[in-house]
């Protein structure tokens, strides 16, 4: 798309994981099966009733520790889960999963490479899409609103998941980049764009501070993928907080016939 098609359009930008696809359930379906192979081979199953919130445990733990954060190698959650089944708190069970590796873990290194692989494999399911994307989008799209994925996770995989589920025609663009203040106020200063823009995210840290912070308007929708490091909701402060996508479409569409109409436009 050229330049002069931009011509006062309004910017939507919309994050992917956990906003427009449950990548959440994609992962919790992995996690509980990498707990099930982990108390097979250690000969005992966690006490805890949410068995989902003690991998989680391990696991934020293990992403709060690890340079790559959340995309730390899934063999240390088995390990650092094997850890934990022995009594280790998270925190504990995460250091010495980083320290220690296999070697006093008590489950064999082959053992841990195959659950790995299994968990890759699990993680690579279709995200099924949340309520109200598709019709969001398509309004949106329907409205002029220019809608520009952005993620910080692989780009091809985003590209890969909308095709599957039929989304590709509504993206202007995917773009693979930190979500900092400075893309966000860069992307405003492009000619011809209609002020202001928008950004619909999940997380309060990577999604609306940044975009927040640079003047965007912001649509908090809150997705079941809450990490320990979330900031205060009320600190942050997003302009909207709404349940599901068609919503903050709602906003965004609201505020462009607003505008549209103060310039005499029907
Ligand atoms: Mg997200």
């Given amino acids: 798309?050229?330049?002069?098609?931009?011509?006062?359009?309004?910017?939507?930008?919309?994050?992917?994981d956990n906003t427009l696809w449950d990548t959440d359930g994609v992962f919790a379906v992995a996690q509980l099966n990498l707990?099930?192979?982990?108390?097979r081979a250690v000969g005992h199953s966690t006490a805890r009733s949410d068995r989902l919130s003690f991998v989680r445990g391990v696991d934020q733990a293990l992403a709060e520790q690890h340079h790559l954060g959340l995309r730390y190698p899934p063999r240390l959650l088995a390990i650092g889960i094997a850890f934990a089944l022995r009594g280790d708190e998270a925190g504990t069970a995460a250091k010495r999963a980083w320290a220690e590796r296999s070697t006093s873990s008590g489950i064999d290194p082959s053992l841990v490479e195959q659950i790995?692989?299994?968990?890759?494999?699990?993680i690579r399911r279709m995200?099924?899409?949340?309520?109200?994307?598709?019709?969001?989008?398509?309004?949106?799209?329907?409205?002029?609103?220019?809608?520009?994925?952005?993620?910080?996770?692989?780009?091809?995989?985003?590209i890969q998941t909308a095709?599957?589920?039929g989304l590709n025609q509504f993206f202007d663009r995917v773009i693979e980049a930190p979500k900092s203040e400075?893309?966000?106020?860069?992307?405003?200063k492009l000619a011809r764009v209609r002020l202001p823009a928008f950004m619909i995210g999940d997380q309060l840290q990577r999604d609306i501070a940044p975009a927040k912070a640079a003047g965007l308007v912001t649509i908090y929708i809150p997705?079941?993928?809450?990490?320990?490091w979330e900031p205060d909701e009320a600190a942050v402060g997003p302009d909207y907080r709404v349940e599901q996508f068609d919503q903050g479409a709602d906003i965004i569409l609201a505020t462009n016939q607003q505008a549209g109409s103060s310039l005499g436009r029907p």
Avoid: C, K, W
């Fill in 1 to 16: 798309m050229t330049e002069e098609e931009h011509d006062g359009r309004r910017i939507a930008f919309v994050d992917a």
């Fill in 35 to 39: 707990l099930e192979s982990i108390e």
């Fill in 116 to 122: 790995e692989r299994e968990f890759v494999q699990y």
């Fill in 127 to 158: 995200p099924d899409l949340l309520p109200g994307v598709r019709n969001g989008l398509q309004r949106l799209f329907d409205g002029g609103v220019l809608i520009l994925v952005l993620t910080e996770g692989a780009r091809n995989r985003v």
């Fill in 163 to 165: 095709d599957q589920h």
């Fill in 182 to 188: 400075r893309l966000f106020q860069r992307v405003q």
């Fill in 223 to 228: 997705s079941r993928f809450r990490p320990q």
